[in-house]
C-alpha cells in the first residue's frame, strides 16, 4: 500500500496551528460573558429551522441556526435584544439582561404572505454578509410553484434554471455544474450519497417535493466538511413530520400520484412523516395493450412504472439528545412479457425486465455537550443498482403434448454500489467571531462493476442436445474512503470575514492507498455602499469513479473504484465575485470562476460496456478546464418573487487517444444559458408562475468530408461496392440548434378550515419549439420529372416535446 505520512503530518500541523489561531482570537474576545442557545422551530409543526438568523442589535452580533435548528450565541454581560428571523415567517424579538447561561427555544410563525415579512439587513444575514459565494437554496414551496413537465414538481428541473447549472438535454434531470459531469455532484439526502437521481430515463428526478424541507446547491467554495465530488455538492433534507398534530396531503397528477401522512407519535416529542409516489401509465395502459396482443394470437403484458417511499421518525429524547431515523426507497420497472402459440402444437414466449433503483437509510444522534458545543452522529447505508433480463423460450410439442423441440437462451446483466458509513460532527460556536466545524468520515464501499448471468437449453427429438448455465464479469471490489475535516466561518475584523479550512481524504482499495489534502478558503470584504467583495479557493478530489457512453440511454454506467492504474480525480476552482441587496428584497450577484480537473475518466474509442476485457483496460483519463462569469438576480419576498439567472462560460476536455490529443469542447459546453423565473400571487386564490430558458446548443461531432473506399468483391461473384467513410478533423466540432423554452402554470387555490385544495393547469414548451434532441445523417431519394431516382443525404433534426399540457388536483388537510 501507498502511504503518505508526510502528507498526514502536513494536515496535523495545518490543524493545530488553525486551532491556535482560532484560539488566541477566541481568548482576545474574552470578558465576562454568557451564553443564549437554543433551538429555533415552526410553530404549527414543530419542525426546526435551518438557517435561521439570530441577530443582537447592541453588540451587532449575528448567528444562524445549523441543520438541526440549534443556535449559540456568547455575548457580554448586558441588556441584549435577540431577533430570530426566518424567510417566510414573521420576527420575534426578545429582550433580557443576560447575567447567566441560558436556554431559550423559539417558534416562529408563518407569515400570511410573503409580502408582510419585513427583514431588514439589521435582522437577518444578506447576501453581502454571508462569508460563502456560490451557494444558492431555493424554497421548496417556491419550487412546489413552478411549471413542471407533465405536472410533475421536480426539484433537479428547477435547480438547471440556476446560473452556472445546465441540463444534459430536453427533459434531462442531470446537473451538469460549471463545466463538471452529474457524477461530479455529491448529492445527498438527509446526508446519504445517492447515486442515481433519475425516473423514467433521465426524464424526472427521484425527489419527491412533499417529502422536501429544504434544498442547498455549492458549486464553489467548498467548506472543509464537504469532499468526495469535484463539481458541487447538493443538500436535500427531508421534513421531520408534524408533532403537533396529524396532517396530509396528496396530488393526482396525468401520469402519477402522491400522498405524505404526517404526524406526532407523542406530541412535541415524537413525530412521523411517510410520502410515497407511483406513475400509472402501465395500469391504464394494460387493457389496451392486453387487446392489442389478444387480436394477434397472443397475450402478455408490457408496462413500465416508477416508485418513491419516504420515511422518517424523529424522537426527542431529552432536551440534550434526539434521534432520526431516516429511509428512502424507489425503483424504475420496465417489462415485457408475452406468449403466443397453438395448444399443443408451439409456444413462443418473450421475457425483458429492465429495472434499477435507490436505497438509503440514515440513523441521526444529535447531542448538546454544552451551550456552546453540539454534535451529530450519523450511520447511513446506501444502494443503488441495475439489472436487465432478456429470455426467450420456443417449444413444438408432439401428438402426445410432450415437448419435442424446445429452444430457451437467457441473458442477464447487474451492477451496483452499495455504501455503508459512519460520520460524526462537532459544531463549536465559542463566541459570534466563531464558528466552528470539525469531524470525519469512514464509507465502506462495495462495486460490482457488472455481472453477466447466460443460460441456454436446446432439446431436439426429446432430447437434450447443449445446456449451458454460467456467470462471469468483473469482479467485486470493498474499498475504505475516509476523510477528516475542521474549518472556522471566522470575522476577522468589521467588514472583514473569512472561512477557512482544511480536508483529509484517504482511500483504500485492495494493496492500493491514496491520501490528499485539501486546503479550502472564502474570504468576504464590505465595501463602501454595503457591496461585498468575495472570493474562494478549493481543491477537491473524487475517488469514485463513474463510466459512460456519453450517449443518451439507459442507466447501466458504472459505479467504480480509484485503482492502482486508474488515478483518483483531482480539481482546483478559484472564484471572485460582488454581491448586494437592494431595496424591495432583490440580492444581485456576480461571479467569475475558473476549474481545473485532472484524472478525468472515459471509454477509449471502441470500447464496450459488454467487453470481456477489464474495465481498468478499457479506460483513459484526461483533464478538463472551464470557466465563465455568472449573473443571479433574486427576489426572495413579496407578491412576486423569482429570479434571472445568466452563465457565460466555456468547458473543455483533453484526453491523449481522443482528439488527437488536443483539447475539444464538452459535450454539454454551453456558450450561453439564460433563465427567467416568476411567480406572482395574484389573490390568495390564484398564483401563477412561468420560466422561459435560453441555451446555446450542445456540441456534436460531424465529418469534415466524405471520401470513397472501394471494395472488389469479383472474386466472390460480385463486383465493385463503394462505401463513403467519413473524414473528422475534431471532436465536438459543430453545434445543435439553440435551445428555447417557456412554461407556464396557473394554480387555483381554494381554503377551508381543515382542507385546502388547488388545481393546477400548465403548459410545458408553451409556444412548442421543435428544439433539437439529436441530429442524424440520412438518405432521402426523389424522383425527377423523367422518372430518373435521385439520392440526397440530408441533415435531418429530431425533437422531443412539442407542447405539452398537464393538469393536477393538489390537497392537503
Not at 436556554?103 to 435582522?123: G, H, K, P
Request: charged fraction near 20%; glycine fraction near 8%; charge should be negative.
Amino acid at each position: 500500500m501507498k502511504q503518505h505520512p508526510t502528507l498526514l503530518c502536513k494536515f496535523l500541523r495545518i490543524l493545530t496551528l488553525s486551532l491556535v489561531f482560532s484560539s488566541s482570537s477566541i481568548l482576545t474576545y474574552a470578558q465576562q460573558t454568557y451564553t443564549v442557545d437554543g433551538y429555533i422551530y415552526d410553530m404549527e409543526t414543530g419542525e426546526s429551522l435551518i438557517s435561521a438568523n439570530v441577530f443582537e442589535s447592541t453588540n451587532s452580533a449575528g448567528s444562524v441556526s445549523n441543520l438541526y435548528g440549534f443556535y449559540s450565541m456568547t455575548l457580554p454581560q448586558d441588556s441584549v435584544y435577540l431577533t430570530f428571523s426566518y424567510i417566510g415567517y414573521q420576527p420575534q424579538t426578545i429582550g433580557l439582561y443576560l447575567d447567566k447561561d441560558i436556554t431559550i427555544d423559539i417558534r416562529l410563525s408563518q407569515s400570511v404572505s410573503l409580502d408582510v415579512v419585513e427583514i431588514v439587513a439589521s435582522q437577518a444575514e444578506t447576501i453581502e454578509e454571508k462569508t460563502q459565494m456560490s451557494v444558492i437554496e431555493v424554497p421548496i414551496q417556491q419550487i412546489k410553484k413552478m411549471p413542471a413537465l407533465l405536472g410533475e414538481v421536480d426539484v433537479l428541473k428547477t435547480l438547471q434554471l440556476l446560473p452556472g447549472v445546465q441540463s444534459g438535454g430536453e427533459g434531462q434531470s442531470g446537473l451538469y455544474v460549471r463545466g463538471g459531469s452529474p457524477d461530479q455532484n455529491l448529492i445527498l439526502l438527509d446526508g446519504v450519497p445517492v447515486y442515481n437521481v433519475n425516473h423514467l430515463f433521465g426524464f424526472f428526478s427521484v425527489f419527491n417535493a412533499d417529502a422536501i424541507k429544504d434544498v442547498k446547491l455549492t458549486k464553489g467554495g467548498y467548506p472543509a466538511r464537504y469532499g468526495g465530488r469535484l463539481s458541487s455538492v447538493l443538500e436535500i433534507n427531508m421534513k421531520e413530520g408534524n408533532n403537533k398534530e396529524f396532517h396530509g396531503a396528496g396530488s393526482i397528477g396525468l401520469i402519477s400520484s402522491k400522498l405524505s401522512l404526517e404526524g406526532p407519535i407523542i406530541k412535541d416529542k415524537a413525530s412521523f412523516i411517510v410520502s410515497g409516489r407511483r406513475t400509472y401509465i402501465d395500469l391504464l395502459a394494460q387493457p389496451l395493450i392486453k387487446a392489442s396482443l389478444r387480436r394477434n394470437g397472443g397475450d402478455g403484458r408490457i408496462g413500465y412504472y416508477f416508485y418513491d417511499l419516504n420515511g422518517k421518525v424523529n424522537y426527542k429524547i431529552s432536551d440534550n439528545d434526539r434521534l432520526y431515523l431516516s429511509a428512502y426507497l424507489g425503483d424504475d420497472k420496465f417489462y415485457v412479457e408475452t406468449e403466443d402459440g397453438e395448444p399443443n402444437l408451439y409456444k413462443n414466449k418473450l421475457t425483458t425486465n429492465l429495472g434499477w433503483g435507490n436505497i438509503t437509510s440514515a440513523l441521526r444522534w444529535n447531542h448538546k455537550w454544552s451551550n456552546k458545543m453540539f454534535s451529530n452522529v450519523t450511520a447511513t447505508y446506501s444502494k443503488y443498482n441495475f439489472g436487465t433480463l432478456i429470455a426467450t423460450e420456443n417449444e413444438d410439442y408432439n401428438a402426445q403434448g410432450d415437448v419435442q423441440d424446445r429452444t430457451f437462451y437467457s441473458a442477464g446483466y447487474d451492477s451496483g454500489i452499495n455504501d455503508v458509513a459512519l460520520r460524526v460532527d462537532f459544531d463549536y460556536i465559542p463566541n459570534p467571531n466563531h464558528y466552528i466545524k470539525y469531524g470525519g468520515l469512514a464509507i465502506r464501499h462495495s462495486f460490482n462493476p457488472g455481472e453477466f448471468a447466460l443460460e441456454a437449453d436446446f432439446v431436439a427429438d426429446g432430447q437434450t442436445q447443449f445446456a449451458l448455465d454460467t456467470i462471469f464479469g468483473q469482479q467485486q471490489e470493498n474499498a475504505l474512503e475516509y476523510n477528516l475535516f475542521v474549518e472556522d466561518d471566522h470575522k476577522i475584523a468589521p467588514g472583514l470575514k473569512a472561512n477557512y479550512g482544511i480536508h483529509f481524504s484517504g482511500f483504500n482499495v485492495g494493496s492500493t492507498g491514496y491520501t490528499s489534502v485539501q486546503p479550502r478558503i472564502s474570504v468576504r470584504q464590505l465595501l463602501p455602499n454595503n457591496i461585498a467583495l468575495k472570493a474562494s479557493f478549493a481543491t477537491m478530489r473524487q475517488y469514485v469513479q463513474y463510466l459512460t457512453n456519453e450517449n443518451i440511454g439507459l442507466p447501466w454506467d458504472q459505479w467504480l473504484p480509484t485503482t492502482d492504474k486508474v488515478k483518483p480525480q483531482d480539481s482546483w476552482q478559484g472564484a471572485v465575485g460582488f454581491a448586494k441587496t437592494f431595496d424591495q428584497g432583490f440580492e444581485v450577484s456576480v461571479e467569475g470562476y475558473y476549474k481545473e480537473m485532472k484524472n478525468l475518466i472515459a471509454y477509449e474509442d471502441g470500447a464496450s460496456l459488454f467487453s470481456l476485457e477489464e474495465w481498468e483496460d478499457q479506460v483513459v483519463q484526461g483533464q478538463g478546464r472551464s470557466y465563465g462569469i455568472e449573473l443571479f438576480i433574486q427576489k426572495k419576498k413579496g407578491k412576486f418573487t423569482g429570479w434571472l439567472g445568466y452563465t457565460l462560460s466555456k468547458s473543455e476536455r483533453q484526453f491523449d487517444l481522443k482528439n488527437f490529443g488536443e483539447w475539444y469542447p464538452y459535450k454539454f459546453d454551453r456558450r450561453h444559458d439564460l433563465s427567467l423565473v416568476g411567480l406572482y400571487e395574484l389573490s390568495d386564490r390564484v398564483n401563477v408562475s412561468a420560466t422561459w430558458v435560453y441555451g446555446t446548443g450542445n456540441s456534436v461531432t460531424f465529418a469534415e468530408s466524405n471520401v470513397p473506399i472501394i471494395q472488389d468483391f469479383s472474386d466472390f461473384g460480385g463486383g465493385y461496392w463503394t462505401q463513403w467513410v467519413g473524414l473528422f478533423d475534431s471532436r465536438n466540432n459543430q453545434r445543435l440548434g439553440d435551445y428555447h423554452r417557456l412554461d407556464i402554470n396557473i394554480d387555483f387555490i381554494k381554503k377551508k378550515k381543515r382542507f385546502t385544495r388547488t388545481w393546477s393547469i400548465g403548459a410545458y414548451n408553451a409556444y412548442s419549439r421543435r428544439n433539437p434532441f439529436f441530429v442524424n445523417f440520412e438518405t432521402e431519394y426523389t424522383q425527377d420529372s423523367q422518372g430518373n431516382v435521385n439520392e440526397e443525404t440530408v441533415l435531418k433534426q429530431y425533437s422531443l416535446f412539442p407542447i405539452i399540457p398537464s393538469v393536477s388536483y393538489r390537497f392537503e388537510f
